[in-house]
């Protein structure tokens, strides 16, 4: 039975039978349904154009999609905006916290450019500090001395920590319900850099008591490029401003009073969605995504055939000497990093991928700089073998 549930899934793939697919943390492959609505309403728009019915229509979408969202990651429909990427939202809310000199932001040495791009930049433009939480990885992690180190980094000042779910650059899920019960105790915000977590590792906003988590669509949730989602929870919303304002960040979007200097913002976190208009063809691929990953998929089915593949590429991984794995064991979500004796992380990669095994290096500015293996619910024991049979043939034959 699971056999055949693999098969079926696999067959709505496509693009995982032309490689060996396991670079998800980068883009997941695109489902049949997704590139199917995605061609019939561009041709539609094409040959039909977009006229009056069409805003209708596609607020309607937008709603059911951040519906999707919200049972996905176990939140409320009105705590979702859409966006258009996971840095996107990260920035709405960097921007959105009321900044006073000297507040504190808190994050650690294992974040994405794309939170410490914008964390850089409202440093210098509102005077606040920032401090780095050193975290280790392989054998050298230990959960508790990390949260540990974060609780001696707090003081007074501190407003915020901005934390991975999953570590881009080393695989490590955090502790974001542990990091979320000290953030609180503080009188601390916890935002969420959710780009290779929902989809790939357990999550429930609520039950973890996150403040924002922003997740990209075009990753684990196997969306398009170009849309992506914002959590904020309901009792966060009063205290975080909206970063833009456009028709759709109002609640009536036609009925401003021109004389007033002020505006009724849209209820709860709609007021955060900054474009006037969506593009509806991405827009409906990433709301058939969701249809597949929640109903033909199955969430906990996904989570838990992700996490025994990981497990068993893993195993086989340790067997090998001249492998370090980088990724702390027990902690990977969808993610195996790792090193090899001698080699240059972009060189292998690069023969790897020739022989059609679509892994990737971490960026050389982020050490240890590791090989990056996205394992995903498609992948198959038998791929994870050849992988293994290929790693050891580059090894050991240098080319």
């Known amino acids: 039975m699971k056999t055949e549930k693999i098969d079926e899934i696999r067959k709505e793939l496509p693009s995982v039978s032309s490689c060996v697919y396991l670079n998800t943390g980068t883009n997941g492959p695109l489902c049949r349904a997704t590139a199917d609505i995605m061609k019939e309403e561009s041709e539609k728009e094409y040959l039909e154009g977009r006229y009056l019915p069409f805003i209708s229509e596609l607020y309607k979408d937008m709603d059911e999609t951040r519906r999707l969202v919200a049972d996905f990651i176990g939140a409320d429909f009105e705590?979702?905006?859409?966006?258009?990427?996971?840095?996107?939202?990260?920035?709405?809310?960097?921007?959105?916290?009321?900044?006073?000199?000297?507040?504190?932001?808190?994050?650690?040495?294992?974040?994405?450019?794309?939170?410490?791009a914008p964390i850089s930049l409202i440093k210098s433009k509102f005077g606040i500090n920032v401090k780095y939480v050193e975290v280790e990885y392989g054998d050298n992690y230990n959960e508790q001395n990390f949260l540990n180190n974060f609780r001696k980094r707090i003081t007074p000042k501190s407003k915020l920590l901005v934390v991975s779910h999953v570590s881009f650059s080393t695989g490590l899920t955090f502790p974001l319900k542990e990091l979320a019960k000290i953030c609180h105790e503080n009188n601390?915000?916890?935002?969420?850099?959710?780009?290779?977590?929902?989809?790939?590792?357990?999550?429930?906003?609520?039950?973890?008591?996150?403040?924002?988590y922003s997740l990209a669509g075009r990753k684990w949730l196997l969306g398009p490029e170009g849309i992506s989602a914002l959590y904020v929870a309901r009792h966060r919303v009063s205290e975080i401003d909206p970063t833009f304002i456009s028709p759709s960040s109002i609640r009536d979007r036609h009925d401003l009073d021109i004389e007033s200097p002020y505006i009724?913002?849209?209820?709860?976190?709609?007021?955060?969605?900054?474009?006037?208009?969506?593009?509806?063809?991405?827009?409906?691929?990433?709301?058939?995504?969701?249809?597949?990953?929640?109903?033909?998929?199955?969430?906990?089915?996904?989570?838990?055939?992700?996490?025994?593949?990981?497990?068993?590429l893993r195993k086989k991984l340790e067997l090998i000497p001249e492998i370090d794995i980088i990724t702390p064991k027990g902690k990977e979500g969808g993610f195996i990093h790792f090193l090899v004796e001698n080699r240059k992380p972009s060189e292998f990669c690069t023969i790897m991928n020739k022989r059609k095994y679509m892994i990737r290096p971490v960026p050389s500015q982020h050490l240890p700089a590791p090989i990056r293996v996205s394992v995903g619910f498609y992948n198959t024991k038998n791929e994870l073998d050849g992988l293994v049979d290929n790693l050891k043939d580059v090894i050991h034959n240098k080319t």
């Open 188 to 212: 601390m915000y916890i935002l969420v850099d959710g780009a290779q977590g929902a989809g790939a590792a357990p999550l429930d906003v609520h039950e973890f008591d996150i403040d924002f």
């Open 264 to 312: 009724i913002p849209a209820p709860h976190a709609a007021r955060y969605q900054t474009a006037t208009s969506i593009n509806r063809p991405i827009l409906l691929g990433f709301k058939e995504a969701l249809i597949f990953l929640t109903q033909d998929v199955g969430k906990e089915w996904m989570l838990d055939r992700i996490e025994n593949l990981v497990s068993y």
């Open 79 to 116: 705590e979702i905006a859409l966006t258009h990427t996971a840095t996107e939202g990260m920035n709405l809310i960097l921007w959105g916290i009321n900044w006073q000199p000297g507040d504190e932001r808190i994050t650690t040495n294992r974040e994405h450019v794309a939170s410490l």
